[in-house]
């Protein structure tokens, strides 16, 4: 089983992404794929600051209907995530997100898909770039 994080999301919900094709065929290839619980957070920031221009609330409307669709299921916070994140973000110099979104795979026992690939170096993460699943 998988999970996925922001990356993955911004992909999907952007035709004019040049991974949107690559993630659109990922989500239907794998099944139980999950959404790491700090993607919507980490979402909202980038759209809250511009960094990410979309059209409120169609997006999110889009965006709920599309992980269904793909039937992605979203995991839940939990305190321990925090922890590890915090480890990780000392040991591994990872950004706020980063470091939760690893935390959460690695507590979950999930492989973490994304195109980042500074997951590769967190020994405790199974970590795998989307590419990986078109071969």
């Known amino acids: 089983m998988v999970m996925i994080e922001t990356d993955i999301l911004i992909a999907l919900a952007s035709k004019t992404d040049k991974h949107h094709t690559e993630v659109r065929k990922l989500l239907e290839n794998l099944t139980a794929v999950k959404l790491s619980p700090y993607s919507f957070i980490e979402l ?3 759209v809250a600051s511009r ?3 979309v059209k409120l609330p ?3 409307e889009a965006l709920e209907a599309a992980l269904a669709y793909y039937g992605v299921t979203i995991l839940a916070p939990h305190p321990v995530h925090f922890k590890r994140a915090w480890i990780f ?7 706020f ?3 939760l979104h690893a935390a959460t795979a690695v507590e979950k026992g999930e492989t973490l898909v994304s195109f980042d690939k500074r997951y590769s170096n967190i020994k405790e993460l199974k970590y795998k770039h989307p590419s990986r699943y078109s071969k």
Do not use: H, V
């Open 44 to 46: 909202d920031l980038l």
């Open 51 to 53: 960094n990410l221009i």
């Open 58 to 60: 169609d997006f999110y």
């Open 89 to 95: 973000r000392r040991k591994y110099n990872l950004t």
């Open 97 to 99: 997100f980063d470091s």
